[in-house]
């Protein structure tokens, strides 16, 4: 009698008074059980896949081209002011380095714009070689202490061993990312017909992206004086001034400053550039920059050939599709055209093959 | 004194000792023999056999001994509340992929080589360790609830406290408690039966929980316990028991008890009621308990389901470490090109000075890119294959087709993980009885004496059953369903039917047995009930009362018959139960135990009549004379009409010296009989009045030659009728095999009827002689070794001692060939034995199953002596087994062969269907059967196993030279034929004793060589272990994919040795079920689960392992490629976060379904065209070069998704992570659409999860791009991905990643789909046309196909029948064919 409650309870089963159970076990003939969904049966041959391929080359080719297009009307300059010819006029203060060294070694290089530059013209410094993208350099760096938390400030994450602390000072900003920042001065100027020097106002605001300057960096504390801000740390062993003198402008100073920003967004490549100043259009009748010939005072601080690395300036406005470069355009051109060739070849096989398909004949 | 006072206090059980207990106690303990103890504890030093005394001793040592063992307690969970979470993660660490993740995870912490945040490396680990550990805590809930429920059943312990019985759990259950039980209730501990309220002692108990089998078994009281009048009272129980310790054989039990007067008795199964049994027909029993919880047999043999590992899985092993060499291969390109890029490096800005050598730097590197590229080794494959596994047996077990309505089964799947194997197998070995037939047993002719009763009638009437049930929805079956449900309601005693799964607490996943009503008289359908007799048998049996009888040689005959009958109806187990008390065993009645003793003449005259041995009949027929004959008649016409019941009326009758009202009282015994046979068939549709016109004449006939018998048939009808007459018919027979019952009915039909049985008589009722208890003094149980059984009874009417035996005619002819005083009778009995010899041939070449009929007349020394033996090895502990075969083999020497019958065993539906397409598939089907060569030839040739076109080669030798020799013709013979035109195949036809040879290690090769090139084998008279070997040989030596199908305990060892076993739930018990990885109710099933599930679940998962692969290395070496320009540092340009979710989450929903719906081709096709699972035995889905073959594509497409990228950002000034942005986003595209190209089939569910797992990817890095704004240093995701999802460029990159990368297999998917499609493809073009077209092709197809398989012959593909000239045809074919024909199908 135990046993029938238990039939009853336990197993769901509808018990008559005579014991037997009338509830059987015949699964529901449901089309998800019986494995019958309504489904989409693609087959791939050559008949259905035929108009994907010349729809994927009608498709491509016309981007490609768009794409080239774009990226040739792309006007790019690029100087490289590494100073390892002898000729080249910073071969001197490439030879005579040290991080330390108090006095500044400068040096111009000339040169010419074949072409105007129209609208706004990005000027980029490009490093070669170097690779940011290092796991223990990319690693070497305290998120917390850039946001401006305290007690980061003070206590740099482990991550930034070696460039912690410096007697026993903690750095700020800490890691071998910000002991490395690149330091070099660019200056730019227009030779005039005349043959006078006009120097070419560069913005050094907006170069950082929105998020990194108004996120992600911030200055400790709320104390708008950053001197005592920085109150008990010590700058980075490379550094020649502390964070907190970065730049005069108290929007572009200590973590915030723009430059350090943009160094700390450590390249994917390890040749990369990194945006330096933009130049600004000043109206629609002249051009950015007109062609004629200019010159690139250097300040050079920054040594790169201890790893036979090499430092390029970069003048060049932007498109839609972002810098100069006409791989994509090519790619997707030839990509269309691939598919589209692939298209005929397949339309062949169809003819030849296909027919048999349909007929009844299948052969074994 | 006061020490043993406080002795026993201590030791009673749960303390709840009260004073006077102690005052019992001391009493007790000063009773008991002081020497007992000492010898017990020296037993328990030996530890090899286990005491049990009762619990209510005061002797502290066996208290001691009783407490060691288990109580009655249950927990089948694996895992207790606190012992969880280290248990669960112990075993989940044996397992070497979780222990490869830990060690990365560990590794991580290591600050030299680690990649990523320590925290997030070990979320992998975590979710894969927590997503196991919760499936596991579920399923050990499910366990905990059952075990919760089961042990808190209540039962009846005797209680010291109370002096009485009391109700407690039986979790509180412990051995030596006395435990009494009633009617229907479930026996909670495997105990010794000490009483029973029956007055013979015994008990039925039913063991369907057990094993399914519900016919009654009949256990015994313990031999000569003092028998009390009233229950037995637990205090005055001294004996101690010794039994062996506890072990997992059912059918086994060995101890003895020994009386506190040292007296032994030997206990065997008889004497032990088994846990989760029931208590039928007995009203109260009450049994020591001797083993409990987990030490019972039903516990031992639950051991839950299957683990076996399928040959995908082995393969995919191989690859897994494949998979690891590649993972090495590129960690010590790291390595090695971070350590020369070091050493190349001078004073850098961005390096971190420190003081390691490159080598040792490059050496700390290969840690880290292990880590980094870990998901290379695809963890959550495992994890993903058992999911998807689940799911697959969840279609399968949902799947309707499976379901059997007679039986409500569906199929059982109880190994959980081996579902593709059933996509790939080569060989299916089969046994014949009840796997291919129905195992419905129906009694078709005999043979008595050399003279074969051929029954055409019952033929006919058989046949009529088959049209009936080849209708489809017969109404005998409706009728039969009514019936059932009838009978469902009538049932008194409220059954109560926990199954198995819950009592033993089995793991969830595999069905209880079928509900038991259903199946309560299984061997009963009014098919195996109504024989029809043979007229001429009849008119022979009815002699015995008929006047008219007088042929001196047939009365020896007649002998023969009544002994052949007799021997029907009682050489069996069957169990007799009347059908309004379904559960209620048919007791003898008291009354009717001894009416003959009394009637000394009479049985004189029966032992001068029922001699067997010739020496003594052959002289009647010379000297007795005509009037003594008669007299003879006469007398046993008064030996009838006594018997019915010992009313003072036969004893008037009897002594009355007229003829005339005997032979009306013998008619009467005859006419219930008659009568019965067509009353009871009338609604059963086979009325043809032709047919039984010819068995009425008969009947007619002989009434007319007794005018006055009518009238005395009506008078003493009402008289003395009733006691027994009408319950005759309405027996219900219990039967453990379906060939005992068969026997019980055919007997019935000639009124030889089992009318009850009790453990030392049994009712018979004979015609012509009434009822008569015969004395039963023992039953030497069937066993495959011996293949016979016998039962020695005291003979009712001679008072001698007789064993009649029953078995394979191989034995008993042996057995029965020399008689040893058979001087005179040797002519007689071997022309019998030649005749039968005739017949049995006769029988097995129509397929009918045969068995011979002998007996033995014992003098009472002979008897006497053989006791003795019989009851030591009865008694006897060790190896008793072995020592009572051995007595049943001395017992069953010098047999007298009565007879033989033949027995139907109808094809079950769709057989031969299913074995063509089985064959078509390029299966190969064996069977392996223990019957006879023709029987085995013509069931083969039945189901279509054997062409016609076949050429049979047949292999019976006696030593192994000859079969040595006949290997290598049969080999010869096959070569020339195959050279030769016009025979389809070869099918070997070998016998148990060749295959002996054949199986011998220098012969194998041979057999294998001679065997693999034949169509199909048939292994007749094969035991048990000889179809296991062959299994074995098969699968080992040939290295193919075997399956094993069988329903009986014969069958277990072939379904284990098997890679796939599959039992079939039918009329035998439950053992090969128990012992099966799926479990169907009909043969026909393994079409569809093989074609289509076996088929679909190789296809899915072997492309979803194929997918996980690709998957993996196509995000790896992304990873891997970007070590080239980051100097080998182990830098990655992806967030950590969606580097680790990337497999887990983003991607892992995908496959899974993939693995679970995807369907190449439909079902109906898959079974219409059972080539296509060529595909799946040939392991087309997964070969090594379709592994390499997507390794390669992984590889280009992770070139690809990396390189586009790379060239259009290079030399800008992304940073790494807005860099890695686009090459994720596109890898992630890639990756589904690479699966939608994949799938053969998208269904609204995928569309789904594929939809969903790519806006899951782009809402997760969106979101975390806002939100994280100093996590996950150093790749902190802030801004990046709202800012390049901003870009065209990011959009124009993906595209054109994604479009190159997954062209060249778009490509190669639409070519070989064009030029050279695959079978399964061309499958699938077919499912698309419309239904005119897809029947049309389907058709063609099939022509094709058959054309080019039987080379030129036409097949008809509507009706599969095979025309083809008869020339063709072997004369064993032509004759089998045309004896199907008529018989069998």
Not at chain 1, 311 to 318: C, D, F, H, Y
Not at chain 2, 287 to 314: D, Q
Not at chain 2, 676 to 702: A, F, H, I, L, T
């Amino acid at each position: 009698m135990m046993a029938s409650s238990y039939n009853a309870k336990e197993d769901g089963h509808v018990t008559v008074p005579g014991g037997g159970t009338i509830q059987n076990k015949k699964p529901d003939n449901t089309a998800f059980k019986q494995q019958r969904l309504p489904a989409w049966q693609p087959i791939l041959t050559a008949g259905t896949v035929l108009p994907a391929f010349f729809v994927i080359g009608l498709i491509f080719i016309p981007i490609g081209i768009g794409l080239y297009v774009t990226s040739n009307n792309i006007k790019e300059f690029e100087i490289d002011y590494t100073g390892t010819d002898m000729s080249s006029p910073c071969f001197n203060c490439s030879q005579s380095f040290s991080w330390n060294s108090t006095r500044p070694c400068t040096c111009a290089l000339p040169f010419s714009l074949e072409q105007p530059f129209e609208s706004n013209v990005f000027m980029y410094y490009g490093l070669s070689n170097f690779y940011q993208n290092h796991r223990r350099y990319v690693k070497s760096r305290d998120d917390s202490q850039l946001n401006g938390d305290t007690t980061s400030l003070m206590n740099p994450s482990k991550e930034c061993e070696p460039y912690a602390r410096n007697e026993k000072m903690p750095i700020a900003p800490c890691g071998a990312i910000a002991n490395s920042m690149f330091n070099d001065t660019l200056d730019l100027y227009y030779i005039d017909p005349n043959g006078t020097r006009i120097q070419i106002p560069l913005m050094k605001k907006g170069i950082a992206w929105w998020t990194d300057k108004h996120v992600k960096f911030r200055n400790p504390g709320g104390n708008p004086n950053l001197t005592s801000a920085f109150q008990g740390t010590t700058k980075p062993i490379n550094w020649r001034k502390p964070v907190y003198e970065l730049d005069t402008d108290a929007e572009n100073n200590g973590f915030i400053n723009e430059d350090f920003i943009v160094w700390m967004r450590t390249a994917a490549l390890p040749t990369f550039r990194k945006l330096y100043r933009i130049i600004q259009k000043k109206n629609n009748m002249t051009p950015t920059l007109p062609r004629g010939n200019y010159t690139l005072e250097v300040t050079y601080n920054y040594p790169v050939r201890s790893f036979e690395g090499r430092k390029r300036v970069i003048l060049s406005t932007i498109s839609w599709m972002g810098g100069k470069n006409p791989f994509l355009g090519i790619a997707y051109i030839t990509v269309g055209s691939v598919c589209f060739f692939l298209g005929v070849v397949l339309l062949i096989i169809h003819h030849k093959y296909g027919s048999r398909n349909n007929t009844a004949d299948i052969p074994n | 004194m006061p020490w043993r006072t406080t002795a026993a206090t201590a030791l009673t059980r749960r303390s709840t000792t009260t004073s006077l207990q102690c005052t019992v106690g001391v009493m007790y303990s000063l009773e008991r023999p002081v020497q007992g103890r000492s010898s017990c504890s020296k037993d328990r030093l030996g530890r090899k056999r286990r005491t049990v005394v009762s619990s209510l001793t005061e002797d502290e040592e066996l208290t001691e001994i009783l407490k060691s063992y288990s109580s009655n307690k249950v927990t089948t969970t694996k895992y207790s509340f606190l012992s969880f979470i280290p248990k669960n993660l112990f075993e989940q660490l044996h397992r070497f992929a979780n222990i490869y993740f830990i060690f990365l995870a560990a590794l991580n912490f290591v600050p030299v080589v680690n990649a990523f945040q320590p925290e997030i490396s070990i979320i992998p680990i975590l979710l894969v360790l927590a997503v196991t550990a919760v499936k596991d805590l579920w399923e050990d809930y499910r366990k905990h609830k059952s075990d919760k429920f089961i042990n808190g059943l209540v039962c009846e312990i005797y209680s010291r406290k109370q002096q009485m019985y009391v109700d407690q759990r039986w979790q509180d259950v412990h051995v030596g408690d006395f435990v009494r039980l009633s009617c229907n209730e479930i026996i909670p501990a495997d105990m010794l039966l000490l009483y029973s309220s029956d007055p013979h002692g015994v008990c039925y108990i039913e063991t369907a929980n057990l094993d399914g089998e519900t016919n009654l078994k009949q256990r015994q009281v313990v031999r000569d316990l003092p028998r009390q009048g009233s229950e037995l009272t637990p205090e005055n129980f001294h004996s101690r028991i010794e039994c062996e310790n506890p072990n997992n054989d059912l059918s086994r039990f060995r101890g003895f008890m020994e009386y506190p007067s040292k007296a032994r008795v030997g206990l065997h199964n008889n004497n032990l009621l088994l846990r989760s049994c029931t208590i039928r027909n007995t009203e109260t029993v009450i049994g020591i308990v001797v083993y409990a919880g987990h030490e019972t047999k039903a516990m031992k043999n639950n051991n839950g389901p299957r683990y076996k590992r399928s040959k995908l899985e082995r393969r995919l092993n191989v690859d897994v470490l494949w998979s690891v060499v590649l993972l090495v291969i590129m960690c010590l390109t790291a390595a090695i090109g971070h350590g020369l890029w070091l050493r190349n490096l001078k004073d850098t800005s961005f390096l971190i000075p420190d003081t390691t050598s490159p080598a040792l730097s490059g050496f700390y590197l290969f840690w880290t890119m292990i880590i980094v590229l870990q998901v290379l080794i695809p963890i959550s494959l495992y994890v993903s294959i058992e999911i998807v596994k689940l799911c697959q047996i969840f279609f399968i077990q949902n799947d309707v087709d499976f379901y059997n309505e007679y039986m409500d089964s569906r199929i059982q799947c109880r190994a959980l993980n081996i579902t593709e194997d059933l996509g790939q197998i080569q060989y299916v070995f089969s046994d014949k009885t009840g796997t291919l037939t129905e195992n419905k047993m129906v009694f078709r002719r005999c043979t008595i004496a050399g003279v074969e009763y051929p029954h055409e009638e019952n033929a006919r009437r058989l046949e009529v059953y088959e049209e009936d049930e080849a209708m489809g929805c017969s109404h005998t079956l409706k009728s039969r369903a009514s019936a059932k449900s009838l009978s469902c309601k009538s049932l008194s005693c409220n059954r109560s039917s926990v199954s198995l799964h819950t009592l033993t607490g089995h793991s969830e996943g595999e069905e209880s047995p079928s509900p038991t009503l259903p199946r309560h008289s299984a061997f009963s359908s009014p098919m195996e009930k109504d024989i029809v007799p043979d007229p001429f048998l009849v008119q022979k049996l009815n002699c015995l009362s008929s006047p008219l009888f007088l042929l001196r040689d047939a009365s020896m005959e007649l002998t023969y018959i009544v002994d052949f009958f007799m021997a029907l109806a009682i050489c069996n187990t069957v169990v007799v139960s009347s059908p309004n008390q379904p559960r209620h065993v048919v007791e003898v009645p008291e009354v009717s135990r001894t009416p003959l003793k009394s009637l000394e003449d009479i049985k004189m005259l029966f032992q001068r009549f029922g001699l067997p041995r010739f020496s003594t009949l052959s002289s009647p027929h010379t000297t007795e004379s005509p009037r003594s004959f008669t007299r003879r008649l006469f007398s046993r016409g008064k030996a009838a009409s006594f018997t019915p019941s010992p009313s003072p009326t036969p004893t008037k009758l009897g002594t009355e010296p007229d003829g005339e009202p005997n032979l009306e009282a013998s008619i009467l015994s005859i006419r219930p009989g008659l009568d019965g046979v067509p009353g009871e068939d009338g609604d059963q549709g086979y009325e043809e009045e032709g047919e039984r016109g010819s068995w009425k004449g008969e009947e007619d006939k002989m009434l007319h030659l007794n005018p006055g018998a009518w009238s005395g048939l009506e008078n003493s009808n009402g008289g003395e009728g009733p006691p027994s007459e009408p319950r005759a018919d309405e027996l219900i027979y219990e039967a453990e095999s379906p060939d005992e019952a068969a026997l019980v009915h055919a007997a019935r039909a000639y009124r030889c009827t089992l009318q009850g049985r009790s453990l030392e008589r049994l009712l018979v009722e004979l015609p012509g002689m009434g009822s008569l208890a015969v004395r039963l003094l023992h039953i030497l149980p069937f066993d495959s070794s011996r293949k016979r059984m016998s039962v020695v009874v005291r003979h009712p009417l001679t008072n001698q001692v007789v064993v009649y035996t029953k078995g394979a005619d191989s034995v008993i002819m042996d057995l029965a060939e020399s008689p040893k005083g058979a001087e005179q009778s040797d002519g007689r009995q071997g022309h019998i034995r030649e005749q039968t010899q005739k017949h049995l041939d006769n029988y097995a070449r129509e397929g009918l199953r045969t068995l011979c009929i002998a007996k033995k007349v014992l003098e009472e020394e002979e008897y006497e002596i053989w006791l003795k033996r019989h009851a030591f090895a009865e008694t006897s502990i060790e190896n008793r087994e072995e020592l009572l075969l051995e007595s049943a083999q001395r017992l069953e020497t010098n047999l007298t062969l009565l007879g033989a019958t033949g027995i139907v065993d109808r094809l079950q539906e769709e057989v031969p269907e299913t074995i063509e397409a089985l064959q078509r598939a390029g299966v190969k089907v064996w069977v392996l059967t223990g019957d006879k060569q023709e029987t085995a030839i013509n069931i083969a040739c039945a189901c279509k196993l054997l062409r016609t076109t076949d050429q049979l080669l047949t292999a019976n030798c006696d030593s192994k030279e000859a079969c040595k020799a006949l290997l290598l013709e049969l080999r010869a013979e096959v070569e020339r034929g195959e050279a030769a035109e016009g025979t389809s195949g070869f099918t070997l036809v070998v016998d148990g004793r060749t295959l002996d040879f054949a199986l011998q290690e220098d012969l194998k090769g041979d057999f294998l060589e001679l065997s693999r090139r034949c169509r199909a084998v048939v292994c007749c008279r094969s035991t048990p272990l000889q179809k296991s070997h062959v299994v074995q040989l098969v699968r080992d030596q040939l290295r193919v994919m075997t399956l094993a199908i069988g329903d009986g305990a014969n069958d277990v060892s072939m379904i284990q040795v098997a890679d796939v076993g599959i039992g079939i739930s039918g009329q035998e018990g439950m053992q090969a079920v128990m012992s099966s990885d799926f479990a169907i109710s009909r043969f026909k099933h393994l079409r569809k689960l093989l074609l289509v599930h076996g088929h679909w679940c190789y296809t899915r998962l072997a492309n979803m392992i194929l997918y996980f692969f690709y998957k993996n290395v196509m995000y790896v070496n992304l990873l891997f490629w970007y070590q080239f320009f980051c100097g080998f540092s182990g830098s990655v340009m992806t967030n950590s976060w969606v580097l680790i979710f990337f497999n887990l989450l983003f991607t892992s929903a995908p496959p899974l379904l993939y693995g679970i719906l995807d369907k190449d081709v439909s079902a109906d096709t898959l079974i219409k065209l059972p080539e296509l699972y060529k595909s799946g035995q040939n392991s087309k889905a997964y070969l090594p070069s379709t592994f390499w073959l997507t390794m390669l594509d992984a590889l280009y497409q992770s070139l690809v998704c990396f390189f586009i990228p790379y060239f259009a950002y290079a030399g800008s000034d992304a940073d790494m992570l807005s860099f890695g942005s686009p090459i994720n986003a596109s890898a992630l595209l890639i990756i589904l659409l690479h699966q939608v190209i994949e799938s053969r089939t998208l269904t609204w569910l995928h569309v789904l999860v594929l939809v969903g797992s790519a806006l899951f990817y782009f809402s997760f890095t969106l979101v975390f791009s806002v939100v994280c704004v100093t996590c996950s240093p150093p790749t902190n995701p802030l801004g990046v991905d709202k800012l390049q999802m901003s870009q065209p460029l990011f959009y124009g990159v993906c595209a054109l990643t994604t479009v190159l990368a997954l062209l060249p297999r778009f490509l190669f998917h639409a070519l070989r789909n064009s030029i050279s499609p695959s079978d399964t493809l061309k499958a699938a073009l077919m499912d698309q046309l419309n239904p005119d077209n897809y029947c049309r092709r389907m058709q063609h197809w099939n022509q094709t196909q058959a054309q080019s398989k039987a080379r030129g012959l036409i097949i008809n593909v509507e009706d599969l029948d095979i025309k083809i000239p008869d020339f063709i045809l072997p004369k064993e074919l032509k004759e089998c064919r045309a004896a199907t024909g008529s018989v069998l199908s």
